[in-house]
């Protein structure tokens, strides 16, 4: 089992920025590729950014390619999200997730989720 605890989100202004993280714990962090995905109200959850278990792999959708940049921290195991130049269609509510198999996480059939912090960016 694998506990996934997202922090970091709050209310910013367009332009602004914000880094997420979430911490892992319950398993051996290195044998998890990493996602953020998120939720905006009314929509259906979409992938954001995804990272391998190595690190040496990250994956981004085109709406924030450029502007987002997804890490990890072996030591802290911790994942980040790295949030710059927001848009306030960039609100919604971000989820961390984990899954063994890279392929499986940016297609959004992760294994575990965590409980989501809220992104609300202002015009």
């Known amino acids: 089992q694998v506990q996934l605890v997202e922090s970091g989100g709050g209310l910013v202004q367009a332009g602004g920025s914000l880094r997420l993280s979430c911490a892992a714990s319950?398993?051996?962090?290195?044998?998890?590729?990493m996602g953020w995905f998120r939720q905006a109200p009314g929509k259906e959850r979409e992938f954001v950014a995804a990272?391998?278990?190595?690190?040496?792999?990250?994956y981004y959708a085109d709406s924030v390619k450029g502007r987002f940049t997804i890490s990890r921290d072996e030591v802290k195991n911790t994942v980040y999200l790295q949030m710059n130049s927001l848009k306030p269609e960039d609100t919604a509510v971000y989820y961390c997730?984990?899954?063994?198999?890279?392929?499986?996480?940016?297609?959004?059939?992760?294994?575990?989720w965590g409980q989501g912090t809220q992104v609300t960016v202002s015009s």
């Open positions: 997730a984990a899954d063994r198999f890279f392929f499986r996480v940016f297609r959004g059939e992760c294994e575990y």
């Open positions: 319950g398993h051996t962090f290195s044998n998890y590729a």
């Open positions: 990272i391998s278990w190595s690190g040496g792999n990250t």
